[in-house]
């Protein structure tokens, strides 16, 4: 071994991240601009509403989504309002803005990748190692990049956050279109559909129950991105764990986990519940 | 007329088809392609025609290559040599947009998993092929509604598929082929699926609408029992080849190979034979010119107990029993009108044997066989005992 030098992956690597950084700046920078307009948007539009009335409206939707009146409603109210009386409202609604908008983008870009993927071989050959690599490589590394290009606060966050949480979303709409029976498409060639008909009237609809597992689990994967990227100065709730450790206060620091907790469960059974099958099949 | 025209369709799973071909046209097996080069021939050089309004059965067992056959004439498998004329046009060099043109107008199929969509309602179901086809929704609607009036199924238009049972939903299965009026009818199994009961209410039911339709039916089976009853015409295939094309008569009478004898071996014979394939020229006399003593005569001389009376030229009018012509003569009546029994048994050319027991074991006297008003034979017992036991059978028509 010691006759072969060694491979200079690390020089390549920090090579090209300064390269990017000092010539693609056109690129990182509007998005850099989108995203934290985006983010911003939504944190602001659900702080717009005061801690009581979103309590409430929560409530409500549940309500009405589930048709119980015990149960998960019960649970919304005295876990948000936990949340509150803890003060822990403004880093709530932060932590939901950084997961809202990530999830939003990986889902948006993930499922048309999926679908493109069971449409074709070559594609999901190009695209399942990828993927492979967004899931495994610890999820530190990329923040190191997503500094440099987009400097510090929620952008990055979101970036690592997109990174780490769409494989899920990509991989079950994939499986959820190649796992349609091969009867019913040929039923649908058979009568005549094209590609896009096929695609909108049988394939999606039928795949649905599984993308939107994709969806689910993408979703928590963005939520255990925020302490990560509380590290890279995304606010939130990530921001009071963060914090929490580097002071060794373990009442605060369970307090916020708890926080997250509960926001973690809402999240969960609510797309659960928007997931309920009309037809069995 | 013929409808579809088949000619040298093959097609070759694996990497060279175009190879496989050429040694399939030097004349190499099937497994000794499948050796050499690792490729499997599906259907081997398959050549028929279908005539407009025919029933054609392609019968074979799993493996055969039946199903892939199928799937070739509306290209859901690309075949890899040969052509497929529907209508004088060659599907096999269609693009895509003349293809699927073809698909919504010409041809629809029935699958033998029913393949219906269960994230649609009955009625989304049978209304999917004018759906693509962009049809207006009053349309689409009218024409489903009426297909699934057709086969029965009317009041359950949003049902979800599995609601329903499994000979209903083939009944959507089949509403939903015949939604966009095609000409023709691909059915791959569309019965194997269902209990045998329903199968052959299903059989028939089939067999009824084609009598007011009279679609092209394509229809693949590996049961003979079904190929018999309900084809006109029915294709043998085995290893992805056609060993015997023809009639159920034919193909049970004249079987080509030992491997088709083998497979008619145990088909219920009583359903595919028919009163045409049994009777026997009558003894006659004619009610304007002959009396009892002629009659009485007839009788005698070949040596039978009874004789049938016709009118103006073999016009079934009804028959005379020995014992009673014979008492006409002693007590010295003259006509013949007098002593003639006009209800008789009759039945149709058609009538398969397992219809006639019935008729013939209730019946002291032959079974008249007619046709319209014409008397065209009669049936003894023992020729229909002979027609199940061995070959006995009249190969007229």
């Known amino acids: ?281 | 007329m013929n409808k579809i025209e088949v000619r040298e369709l093959t097609k070759i799973f694996g990497k060279n088809p175009k190879q496989g071909i050429k040694l399939l046209k030097e004349g190499q097996s099937k497994d000794a392609i499948l050796e050499k080069t690792g490729m499997t021939v599906g259907v081997n050089r398959v050549s028929f025609d279908v005539k407009e309004g025919e029933v054609f059965v392609i019968m074979g067992l799993s493996g055969s290559g039946k199903s892939t056959l199928v799937r070739l004439i509306n290209r859901l498998i690309e075949p890899s040599h040969g052509s497929i004329l529907v209508d004088g046009e060659d599907l096999s060099k269609m693009d895509k947009k003349a293809l699927i043109e073809t698909r919504r107008k010409k041809m629809s199929m029935v699958f033998q998993n029913f393949g219906l969509f269960p994230h649609r309602t009955i009625i989304e179901n049978t209304g999917f092929g004018l759906e693509v086809q962009g049809a207006e929704k009053a349309e689409v609607e009218t024409q489903s509604k009426r297909a699934l009036k057709m086969v029965g199924l009317k009041g359950y238009e949003d049902q979800y598929p599995k609601q329903l049972s499994g000979g209903m939903q083939q009944r959507v299965g089949l509403a939903r082929a015949l939604a966009n009026d095609p000409d023709i009818l691909l059915m791959d199994e569309a019965f194997s699926a269902l209990d045998p009961l329903i199968r052959k209410d299903m059989q028939d039911e089939l067999l009824d609408l084609q009598q007011t339709m009279k679609k092209t039916i394509l229809f693949i089976t590996h049961d003979l029992d079904e190929a018999l009853k309900i084809g006109d015409r029915i294709a043998l295939m085995k290893d992805g080849v056609i060993v015997q094309i023809g009639t159920p008569e034919e193909i049970m009478i004249k079987p080509s190979d030992e491997y088709v004898e083998k497979f008619v071996e145990d088909v219920d014979r009583s359903k595919v034979f028919t009163a045409a394939h049994v009777m026997i020229r009558p003894e006659t006399i004619q009610i304007e010119k002959h009396g009892p003593r002629v009659a009485l005569q007839r009788m005698k001389q070949a040596g039978i107990s009874s004789v049938y009376v016709t009118k103006n030229n073999h016009e079934l009018y009804g028959i005379v029993t020995a014992e009673v012509a014979a008492q006409a003569v002693e007590n010295g009546v003259k006509d013949l009108e007098a002593i003639v029994i006009k209800d008789v048994p009759t039945v149709s050319m058609e009538t398969t044997l397992n219809d006639l027991f019935a008729v013939i074991y209730d019946s002291p006297i032959p079974v008249a066989v007619t046709e319209g008003k014409f008397l065209k034979g009669i049936i003894v017992r023992g020729a229909v005992l002979a027609a199940l036991a061995g070959n006995e059978v009249n190969l007229g028509e």
């Open chain 1, 1 to 281: 071994m010691n006759n072969i030098p060694q491979l200079p992956l690390v020089k390549w690597v920090d090579v090209a991240v300064s390269y990017l950084r000092s010539n693609a700046r056109w690129i990182f920078d509007p998005i850099s601009d989108f995203l934290d307009a985006f983010v911003n948007i939504i944190s602001d539009g659900l702080m717009i509403l005061p801690p009581l009335v979103f309590i409430a409206l929560m409530v409500i939707i549940t309500v009405i989504l589930t048709k119980k009146i015990w149960g998960l409603p019960v649970f919304v109210l005295l876990g948000l309002s936990l949340i509150w009386n803890l003060d822990f409202w403004e880093g709530t609604m932060l932590t939901l803005a950084l997961i809202l908008s990530s999830s939003m983008i990986a889902i948006v870009i993930g499922i048309p990748v999926g679908i493109w993927m069971a449409k074709n071989r070559t594609v999901e050959g190009i695209v399942k190692p990828i993927l492979d690599f967004m899931q495994t490589m610890p999820a530190f590394v990329y923040l190191i990049p997503a500094v440099s290009f987009f400097g510090i606060g929620m952008v990055p966050g979101i970036i690592a956050s997109v990174i780490f949480a769409m494989p899920p979303v990509v991989r079950l709409t994939n499986l959820g279109i190649r796992e349609v029976s091969t009867e019913l498409i040929e039923a649908s060639d058979a009568f005549g559909a094209t590609g896009w008909q096929k695609l909108y009237k049988v394939q999606l609809p039928l795949a649905k129950n599984t993308i939107m597992q994709g969806v689910n689990q993408t979703i928590m994967l963005a939520l255990s991105m925020v302490v990560i990227a509380s590290m890279i100065g995304a606010e939130g709730l990530g921001t009071e764990v963060y914090r929490a450790i580097g002071r060794n206060q373990a009442g605060q620091g369970f307090a916020s986990g708890i926080a997250i907790v509960i926001l973690a469960i809402i999240l969960d059974r609510l797309i659960q519940v928007l997931n309920k099958k009309k037809y069995s099949i």
